[in-house]
């Protein structure tokens, strides 16, 4: 692979993405509906649902962006994704017709961005699809360059008699972005599943919202309210639309 786009990670992943041992989405989905509000929401890069669908069965009805048809169509085959109105399109830069009381963007997503200017248009856009008041939340992992050695690194994920599953990283800590693959060997086939990120200090997603009209909340280590400190591994950070 010489370059990544925004269709990249459905058209490489969608076939094992609700196989991959995500964290269960309970507790997300729980701290997200109580921002909700009488909605409707919207999820950027709703992929196949995981947020989304157990949303809708609390009755919260829900728009989604997304730029794969892969991942859409892995949607449409849940029980309750088939109604969920999906727009295709860039989450860096959207319009949508309606305003929302909540947006969110979960799961590291707002790293698959690679650049600081495509992060930036995204919150723009997300500001734009929100009433006054309303609430933009953002998880994402928190940076940690110190796991890189000489701005890379391995480890082996899973490993059997015919198989193993390698995950091999670059770090270029001038850009902040890191070239990820997994390299996945089973029985003598080989496949390739890489994910291309930039990540984004807390301070600098701040300063992305302040350009887009919007301010800081609070920010948790977890989806719990866990409290955000030197120790967190993850950020789930609330940001309010700004009154016009």
Not at 212 to 240: C, H, I, T
Request: a negative charge; hydrophobic letters at 40%.
């Amino acid at each position: 692979m010489s370059s990544w786009d925004a269709e990249t990670y459905g058209s490489r992943w969608s076939e094992i993405y609700d196989g991959l041992p995500w964290p269960g989405p309970d507790q997300a989905v729980d701290f997200l509906a109580k921002l909700a509000g009488n909605g409707p929401v919207l999820e950027l890069a709703i992929g196949t649902g995981r947020i989304a669908v157990p949303l809708v069965e609390r009755g919260i009805e829900v728009h989604g962006i997304d730029s794969s048809d892969e991942m859409t169509e892995k949607l449409r085959e849940k029980e309750g994704g088939a109604g969920i109105p999906v727009t295709k399109a860039d989450i860096s830069a959207f319009k949508v017709e309606q305003s929302y009381s909540l947006a969110f963007l979960v799961l590291n997503t707002v790293y698959a961005l690679q650049t600081q200017e495509a992060q930036l248009s995204c919150f723009a856009s997300a500001a734009a699809a929100l009433e006054p008041g309303g609430h933009f939340v953002v998880e994402a992992f928190m940076p940690d360059p110190t796991r890189f050695r000489r701005n890379s690194w391995t480890q082996v994920h899973d490993i059997g008699l015919d198989h193993v599953l390698i995950e091999a990283d670059k770090h270029d800590p001038s850009t902040q972005q890191i070239l990820e693959q997994h390299i996945h060997l089973n029985q003598g086939k080989v496949e390739l599943f890489p994910a291309f990120l930039r990540y984004v200090w807390p301070s600098e997603m701040d300063l992305m919202a302040r350009l887009a009209g919007m301010s800081l909340v609070e920010r948790f280590g977890g989806w719990l309210g866990e409290p955000f400190n030197a120790r967190s591994g993850n950020q789930v950070s609330v940001y309010r639309r700004d009154a016009v």
